[in-house]
């Protein structure tokens, strides 16, 4: 089974900075291109960023770009999301899927951006 754990969420201050990171198990990680995602509260779900298989040329959504930085290790089948000058607005929960299919989305990891 296709299994995406993300993890490293929780309580920041704006201007504060965060990692997070994506454990992807059940298929050949190096195979596909990437995706994290995000939902705030009573919001549709807003696309963040993708990284290519080899890492290359990641892209991001115009919200977050210049703040956002998209890397993923291969070998350690995990993606990551470093994040800094968080704005309140970044407060969503954060999935991380495979290629662009939301619907692939497991567990995500809450990220409050609150003073």
């Known amino acids: 089974d296709v299994q995406l754990q993300a993890s490293g969420g929780g309580l920041v201050q704006p201007g504060g900075s965060l990692t997070l990171s994506c454990a992807a198990s059940?298929?050949?990680?190096?195979?596909?291109?990437m995706s994290w995602f995000r939902q705030a509260p009573g919001e549709k779900p807003e696309w963040v960023s993708s990284?290519?298989?080899?890492?290359?040329?990641?892209i991001s959504a115009d919200s977050v770009k210049g703040r956002f930085t998209t890397s993923r290790d291969n070998a350690k089948n995990t993606l990551y999301l470093q994040m800094d000058s968080l704005k309140p607005e970044d407060t969503a929960v954060y999935y991380c899927?495979?290629?662009?299919?939301?619907?692939?989305r497991g567990q995500g990891t809450l990220v409050t951006v609150s003073s």
């Open positions: 899927t495979r290629q662009s299919d939301y619907a692939s």
């Open positions: 059940g298929f050949v990680f190096s195979d596909y291109t």
């Open positions: 990284i290519g298989r080899s890492g290359g040329s990641p």
